[in-house]
T-cell receptor
Framework: NAGVTQTPKFQVLKTGQSMTLQCAQD?????MSWYRQDPGMGLRLIHY???????DQGEVPNGYNVSRSTTEDFPLRLLSAAPSQTSVYFC??????????????FGPGTRLTVL | AQKVTQAQTEISVVEKEDVTLDCVYE???????LFWYKQPPSGELVFLIR??????QNEISGRYSWNFQKSTSSFNFTITASQVVDSAVYFC?????????????FGAGTRLFVKA
C-alpha cells in the first residue's frame, strides 16, 4: 500500500491564481480530511469527508473547496490564492465511523507559497 | 466546543533527562478519542497513541508513557531518558463524533529539543 499520497510536494503561486492539491489513499478509508499547518498554530481542519459524495467544513474552510467523487481521492481547490494561504497542507485518511480504529494516517504534506 | 491546549511552546532538555509534555482538552461529548502525534524535522506526522474516553488506564510503550486523567481533562505524555532522536514537534489531538464521522482538533504543538 502506498498509504496517503499528496501532490505536489512544493508549489509557488501568485495571488489570484487557482490550483488543486491532490490527495489519494489506497486503504479504502471512508474518512478523509485536509489540514493546514502554520507556525505556532498546530494543524487546523479545513474540510473533511465521511465518504464519497459527502463533505463538510472544518475550522478554517474559507477560500477552499473540496469534492469527493471517489473513495480514493479528495482534492483541495484554491480558487483564488491569497498570501494568507501560504502554509503546509496535510491530507489524512481514517476508517471513520468505526470508533475502535479511528486513527488518522497522514500524507507527506504540500508546502504552498503564495506571493 | 472542542479545544486542545498545549501550553508549552518549546521545551529544551539534555539527553537522558525525563520530560513531560502537557495536554489539556475541552469537550462536551462523553465519547471521544485523544491522540499524540510526532512531527520530526523531516515534516511527516507520525501517530504515537490513541486513547478513548472510557479507558483511563495509563499506557507505557518503551520510553514513552501517557497519563490520561478525565478529572483534570489532561492527557500528558512523558518521555523517559530522552534521546536526541526525540527532538520533534509533538501534537496532542482530540476527536469527537460529528456528522457521520469523527472530527479531530489539534493542539498548537510542543517543540522538544533534546541536546546531546
Amino acid at each position: 500500500n502506498a498509504g496517503v499520497t499528496q501532490t505536489p510536494k512544493f508549489q509557488v503561486l501568485k495571488t489570484g491564481q487557482s490550483m488543486t492539491l491532490q490527495c489519494a489513499q489506497d486503504m479504502n478509508h471512508e474518512y478523509m480530511s485536509w489540514y493546514r499547518q502554520d507556525p505556532g498554530m498546530g494543524l487546523r481542519l479545513i474540510h473533511y469527508s465521511v465518504g464519497a459524495g459527502i463533505t463538510d467544513q472544518g475550522e478554517v474552510p474559507n477560500g477552499y473547496n473540496v469534492s469527493r467523487s471517489t473513495t480514493e481521492d479528495f482534492p483541495l481547490r484554491l480558487l483564488s490564492a491569497a498570501p494568507s494561504q501560504t502554509s503546509v497542507y496535510f491530507c489524512a485518511s481514517s476508517p471513520a465511523g468505526i470508533p475502535s480504529t479511528d486513527t488518522q494516517y497522514f500524507g507527506p504534506g504540500t508546502r504552498l507559497t503564495v506571493l | 466546543a472542542q479545544k486542545v491546549t498545549q501550553a508549552q511552546t518549546e521545551i529544551s532538555v539534555v539527553e537522558k533527562e525525563d520530560v513531560t509534555l502537557d495536554c489539556v482538552y475541552e469537550t462536551r461529548d462523553t465519547t471521544y478519542y485523544l491522540f499524540w502525534y510526532k512531527q520530526p524535522p523531516s515534516g511527516e506526522l507520525v501517530f504515537l497513541i490513541r486513547r478513548n474516553s472510557f479507558d483511563e488506564q495509563n499506557e507505557i510503550s518503551g520510553r514513552y508513557s501517557w497519563n490520561f486523567q478525565k478529572s483534570t481533562s489532561s492527557f500528558n505524555f512523558t518521555i523517559t531518558a530522552s534521546q536526541v532522536v526525540d527532538s520533534a514537534v509533538y501534537f496532542c489531538a482530540l476527536s469527537e463524533k460529528n456528522t457521520g464521522g469523527f472530527k479531530t482538533i489539534f493542539g498548537a504543538g510542543t517543540r522538544l529539543f533534546v541536546k546531546a
